[in-house]
């Protein structure tokens, strides 16, 4: 593909006609970028237009790989002449450099004398010498993901290039995080086509209708809240007061994108996720137990924490079975007159806890309640939860009453 940069770039210090100007160059970049999957291609292309936004002579884009470390993803305006040169200097320390504060502090940094700069530490024997320097960080919401930095303009740096540039770097950070989305997906697919081979067509349905739930909440819950902050910014902007017509205009064009940008999401998710949330099963078979046990000398609420998800069939008939019989000792032995049953989804496991108000148990026969002869049903639950890999526990309340807890692992025991 050959690219060809807008015919004008206006320079950032001009009137309110240049400054309009700039602002749709930068849109008709934007879109260009935004339409772009590969990350390469993305930080390639974006790179060259920071070049020639600020006249710039040579340029970087670095991303943060680790707590202490960037990753000079994307350079360009100059080749090294020593062999190995990129590869040995392509990770850099962020520390208080002149460019490192750019990723420690989230904030920009413009230099016009950087061999008397006091951040300045030198540069490795190959890199050419840097005399002026401007980097902006690159920020998906409140998180810094790297910078992008360029040097070397003959006249320096100014304001209007710091704002230029910051205003460009929120762009390029939103598709660089969609691009990165995207190799996800591509690699995603690229593992289920390798276990096609060896899984049968259940299986394989299986494991599609779980990842697609999954890209359908990754999209939902990251990329569309990144859109919604565009547009809640730009809708921030627009009620401030004394904004110049053509900005507005501008501002109020990035809303309404960001608008459609959301929708466009929403229509995605509703396609990837085409039925009603894993786990809502259990959930509501769960509402209907407790109702089953409500009555005028007890009262029984369900409290669900998380997301709820689809468990494997043991797991959930674990759970059902549980909650019948603590409800059923909660109604012949507690003397209780309410009970909660707590349901908690976490990465690793799901927590189920039944509590009542009741008498509890006297401290001496708490330690083989599970144990002896008579409680065959907490003896069942035990052996279910055990065989699942988790752990059941009954002690009583701080506050009177009977705490049964039964912690299972999101995936059975193999």
């Keep these: 593909m050959v690219y060809r940069l807008p015919d004008s770039l206006p320079h950032p210090t001009v ?53 202490d470390t960037m990753d000079v993803a994307a350079i360009r305006g100059f080749v090294p002449d020593r062999p190995g040169f990129y ?26 004398d950087v061999l008397n700069d006091p951040l300045h530490i030198g540069s490795p024997r190959g890199h050419p010498p840097v005399r002026t320097f401007l980097g902006v960080p690159l920020k998906v919401r409140d998180e810094t993901i790297g910078m992008i930095g360029v040097a070397n303009r003959p006249d320096g740096y100014d304001a209007g290039h710091e704002r230029l540039l910051s ?75 004394g904004i110049p017509p053509e900005l507005a205009a501008s501002l109020g064009r990035i809303r309404d994108l960001a608008a459609r940008g959301a929708a466009e999401i929403r229509r995605a998710v509703y396609d990837l996720a085409a039925e009603p949330p894993a786990g809502r099963e259990l959930v509501h078979e ?34 059902l079975r549980i909650v019948a019989e603590a409800l059923a000792n909660v109604r012949r032995h507690a003397g209780a007159d309410l009970a909660i049953v707590s349901l908690q989804y976490s990465p690793k496991a799901v927590t189920l806890v039944v509590q009542d ?15 002896r002869p008579g409680h065959l049903g907490l003896r069942s639950m035990q052996r279910r939860v055990a065989a699942l890999g988790g752990q059941l526990h009954l002690q009583n309340g701080e506050d009177g009453g009977v705490v049964l807890r039964a912690v299972i692992p999101a995936e059975p025991r193999r």
């Design 167 to 241: 205003t460009f770097a929120n762009q390029v950070a939103v598709a660089i995080a969609n691009a990165r989305l995207y190799e996800q997906q591509r690699q995603m697919i690229a593992d289920l086509q390798s276990l096609h081979a060896r899984l049968n067509a259940a299986q394989v349905e299986a494991l599609i209708h779980q990842e697609r739930n999954r890209i359908a909440e990754e999209l939902h819950d990251r990329v569309a809240q990144i859109i919604f902050s565009i547009g809640i910014e730009a809708t921030w902007c627009l009620e401030r007061d």
């Design 357 to 371: 108000n009741g008498r509890g148990i006297p401290a001496s026969l708490l330690e083989w309640t599970l144990h």
């Design 15 to 67: 009137d309110a006609d240049g400054w309009q100007a700039q602002l749709e160059s930068l849109y008709a970049i934007s879109v260009e970028i935004a339409g772009l999957r590969e990350l390469s291609q993305v930080m390639d292309r974006a790179l060259e237009y920071c070049l020639a936004l600020t006249t710039s002579a040579f340029g970087f884009i670095g991303l943060v790989d680790g707590p």
């Design 87 to 112: 590869e040995r200097f392509r990770k850099i320390p962020i520390r208080r450099t002149i460019f490192g504060v750019v990723i420690l502090e989230g904030r920009s940094n413009l230099s016009n």
């Design 286 to 319: 769960l509402r209907e137990l407790v109702e089953s046990f409500q009555g005028p000398d007890l009262q029984v609420d369900l409290v669900v924490d998380g997301r709820p998800r689809r468990l494997a069939h043991e797991a959930e008939e674990t759970v």
